[in-house]
């Protein structure tokens, strides 16, 4: 606690102290805001965790503050590196109040496309994959397509989805869709045939219909090797899509990023790169709150061990 109390008093202290002249910008106060909102954070969920809570956000904290009092001090206040190409935090937080319109608009657009691709892999490789699993036959024949094709880079089929596609936004998310689909599908075949066989037997005897079993036996029991490969699927979504709007889109977090690299707007690209690894962040933090949810009976097992 006196640690990060003492680099959080650092770090508001700095931030008042003006930048260097090639470092400074007119108005400061967005990225002294966020520095006390930081530190506002950090106190209430200190005092409202557990032990374990409160040593995971202490450490969490100390290495948010060391990065940016190293990034305040030694860019912004002694301008130890290019300032052109390495603006000052004052500088590039300017930019959320500057482009917080085109940058909404860009969020939008890039979770839109996100999700359609993602959730439409989800909807489509978890059944397709108990169904194959389930059924050896059908397993035979699938998995060597799909040992052949899944190595496959999504982006490859980028230039052949701009062209037969409508719009770029289809093509995204058919990128995505096809980048996403792999690991879901892997995952759940996994699942499937990790299932205990003892399980199945006890089922069977019960005289359950395939249909039945696939829903109220066999997806359970494959929960955890489906949310492996959704979580591996959805980290290769966040890049595919970045990828795709850098090349060809006129929105998004990537669009804009890549359009002011061509300006050579530095500040602005670390601004875009800032907004995206937060989404990222938030993305995973709802996605494993869901895991969780869904696999609640697993931590009571664990408990009761």
Known sequence: MLTIGLFVGLLLISVFIPDVTSQAVPNNSLFQGIIAALLVVFVMEVARGSKDSCQKTTDIFLILGIVLLAWEVLIGKFALLDPFLFPAPGKVFAVFAEDYVVMYRG????????LSGYLLAVAVAVPLALVIGWRKRAFSVAYPIAKAVSPIPPTVYLPYAIVLLPTFSSASVFVIFIGAFWPIFVGTVHGVFSIDQRIINSAKTLGLKEYVMLRKVVLPAALPSIFSGATIALIMSFITLTVAE????????????????????????????????????????????????CLRWQNAEGAES
């Open 107 to 114: 969020m939008i657009s890039s979770f839109a496309i996100l």
């Open 246 to 293: 850098m090349i060809a889109a006129t929105s998004g977090l990537g669009w804009y990023i890549e359009y002011q690299h061509q300006y050579a707007n530095y500040d602005k690209v670390i601004a875009g790169m800032i907004l995206m690894g937060a989404s990222v962040v938030a993305v995973m933090w709802i996605f494993d709150k869901i895991q969780k949810y």
